[in-house]
């Protein structure tokens, strides 16, 4: 059980806002209102404020009580108070950014240190991943709560490498052990985290690696990942302005290429990001697809031409617009890779009825309109509830038998 966000700025208000609705049909169908979205996850990846989100969800809260994860809806909250503070506008953006950063990263060290400050790899509810560039050898470094070898690498150094996006933000240096870390935004590489999140899981199974053993039931006979019994959602950030003509790029130099001075974007960023994302996530519907299991997996993401913010612009205009696209996307028709030609394309409506009598219930209800993207996100949070129930009985099981045979045990040397 996969969950996926990419990076976008403060265009993470849009997987906020989509993570707040899977939550609350989690904790209905459930019937926990303390359910948080850790829970139901083995994997949480997420790349720069996807990076940041997963953290947040899959971290203790040091402010609750009972130590658990903040709800979704308090990272929307989040963006919303620190969002303004961390893209701080400024009249000297384009002069600063031709020698410096385009902003200090200050209020965002400091924003993630009151987050994170003390939180190891180790510490959080379910396992995590975050993605980050070395720029001294221009690898991808996975920053990963299994890695044995970075168990006890800080939430915060990993949060501030994962968001440390070229252009805005310094770049991250710190030491590990006797290891120097030179990071920035893992965005540059894979701004849609989802097929790092699979390779890695694959590769975890196939290493039999026992901290990984809810992957497959059989640890001494492991089996290739399968992508059958697989599920993931990727919640997408969508992208700046999405096309630019060649006649205008064509006079651009490096100024232009930087920073598009119209309509404050950074074209060379922009194009970098929104291109590996979409890549990406044609690549894992495609990989779904071949495996005939399209249904497992769902992508979320706002359609080209339903905004135009730039990941920092964080005026309150454009966070009530982000905050509108999250709950606009909800409503659209799901997306699914088309094999003849691999782009996306609407869901056909099934004719197959479901079987379970809930989910018959959600068919009848959308029979007369188009899947959408909250129905589909419901149907996913039941498997979820229900494979989350499944492991819980077969741990309580797994206990008993194991108290039962110790009991025994204590038996027969007392004889």
């Not at 709800?71 to 919303?80: P, Q, S, V």
């Not at 120097?180 to 999140?197: C, F, I, S």
């Not at 499944?390 to 204590?410: I, N, P, S, T, V």
């Given at each position: 059980m996969v969950l996926s966000i990419d990076g976008g700025g403060i265009r993470g208000l849009i997987p906020s806002v989509v993570l707040t609705r899977l939550e609350e049909h989690l904790k209905e169908i459930d019937g926990d209102d303390d359910a948080r979205i850790a829970d139901y996850f083995d994997l949480i990846s997420g790349t720069s404020t996807g990076g940041l989100i997963a953290a947040m969800l899959a971290a203790p809260d040091k402010k609750s009580r009972v130590q658990r994860p903040k709800?979704?809806?308090?990272?929307?909250?989040?963006?919303?108070d620190e969002g303004p503070k961390i893209f701080s506008r400024s009249s000297w953006g384009l002069l600063r950014m031709l020698f410096r950063p385009k902003y200090d990263g200050v209020a965002l060290r400091d924003a993630i240190k009151r987050e994170m400050k003390g939180i190891t790899l180790v510490k959080t509810v379910t396992r995590i991943m975050v993605p980050a560039v070395d720029i001294h050898d221009g690898s991808v470094r996975h920053l990963g709560s299994w890695d044995t070898s970075k168990l006890n690498l800080s939430l915060e150094d990993a949060c501030i490498a994962t968001t440390a996006a070229p252009l805005y933000f310094p770049a991250h240096g710190f030491l590990h052990g006797s290891k120097?870390?030179?990071?920035?935004?893992?965005?540059?590489?894979?701004?849609?985290?989802?097929?790092?999140?699979l390779w890695w899981i694959m590769k975890e199974v196939e290493n039999k690696n026992p901290v990984n053993s809810d992957f497959h039931a059989d640890i001494d006979n492991p089996k290739p990942f399968d992508f059958n019994k697989g599920l993931v959602i990727s919640i997408g950030t969508g992208s700046a302005k999405q096309s630019y003509e060649a006649e205008e790029c064509a006079r651009w130099g490096i100024i232009g290429w930087i920073y598009n001075y119209k309509d404050g974007h950074t074209p060379l960023l922009d194009i970098l990001f929104s291109a590996n994302a979409s890549l990406i996530s044609l690549n894992t519907g495609y990989l779904f697809h071949l495996h005939k299991c399209q249904d497992n997996y769902l992508r979320i993401n706002p359609e080209p031409g339903d905004y135009d913010v730039s990941l920092d612009d964080a005026t309150g205009e454009n966070r009530k617009k982000l905050i509108k696209v999250g709950k606009d996307v909800l409503d659209k028709p799901v997306m699914r890779v088309r094999f003849e030609d691999k782009k996306w394309a609407r869901q056909p409506k099934s004719d197959n009825k479901a079987d379970d009598p809930e989910q018959a219930d959600d068919a009848e209800q959308t029979d007369h309109a188009e899947h959408t993207n909250d129905a589909e996100l419901k149907k996913f949070a039941r498997t979820l509830v229900k494979e989350r129930n499944?492991?819980?009985?077969?741990?309580?099981?797994?206990?008993?038998?194991?108290?039962?045979?110790?009991?025994?045990?204590?038996g027969a040397k007392n004889q």
């Open positions: 709800k979704a809806e308090e990272i929307t909250k989040f963006y919303e120097k870390h030179n990071l920035v935004d893992g965005g540059v590489a894979a701004n849609n985290p989802t097929l790092d999140a499944l492991r819980l009985d077969r741990e309580q099981e797994e206990e008993e038998l194991k108290q039962r045979l110790c009991g025994g045990q204590e």
